[in-house]
């Protein structure tokens, strides 16, 4: 059975992929695509606000990037020339994407190609036609910028117009 996608209803596995999942935003007005870097639940933090399931420390696994590929081109598709918004019953006035934002269960800088996803998920989403419209989001604790890797990801963000947000 099909969920009704609604500002409450945010289960991640609503549409069965393994990194990109849909929020519809209550404050943005309108649907955000999620990535979700950490499939194991892994952060480098314990916030005691923290709703992540399980949550362990540790950092993101290794990427696939075929497979982030694939789901990232074929939802795009899906929310832009397939029947996303009525299979999943989306209010006619949040039918709209509001952000990409690279935000899981964990922290996603943690990931050790963080700039390759970055620039990968930028590319796919501006040859859709989502980017630059839309706004590119990545959601950090910002506790590990100081490394190289992670400053080169930032730089591919800021490249594509994209923003940092802290939790
Ligand atoms: S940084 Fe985010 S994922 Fe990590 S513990 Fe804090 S709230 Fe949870």
């Known amino acids: 059975?099909?969920?009704k996608l609604t500002v409450t209803n945010h289960?991640?596995?609503i549409v069965g992929l393994k990194y990109v999942y849909p929020v519809i935003s209550r404050r943005m007005g309108g649907l955000s695509i999620g990535i979700n870097f950490n499939t194991n639940?892994?952060?480098n933090w314990r916030c005691i606000y923290c709703q992540v399931p399980d949550l362990k420390i540790g950092a993101a696994p290794e990427m696939d990037f075929k497979l982030l590929e694939d789901e990232l081109r074929f939802f795009l598709?899906?929310?832009l020339n397939g029947d996303f918004y009525e299979r999943f019953q989306v209010d006619e006035d949040k039918r709209i994407i509001k952000d990409i934002a690279i935000a899981g269960n964990g922290?996603?800088?943690s990931l050790k190609e963080f700039a390759k996803a970055?620039?990968?998920i930028g590319k796919i989403a501006t040859e859709a036609g989502v980017l630059p419209r839309c706004h590119y989001v990545l959601i950090t604790n910002g506790s590990l910028v100081h490394q190289a890797k992670v400053q080169a990801g930032l730089?591919?963000?800021?490249?594509y117009g994209g923003e940092v947000r802290l939790v």
């Open 118 to 120: 970055v620039e990968l």
């Open 41 to 43: 639940n892994a952060c």
């Open 107 to 109: 922290e996603p800088t």
């Open 11 to 13: 289960r991640s596995d």
């Open 77 to 79: 598709d899906d929310v």
């Open 155 to 159: 730089k591919i963000l800021k490249s």
């Open 1 to 3: 059975m099909v969920s």
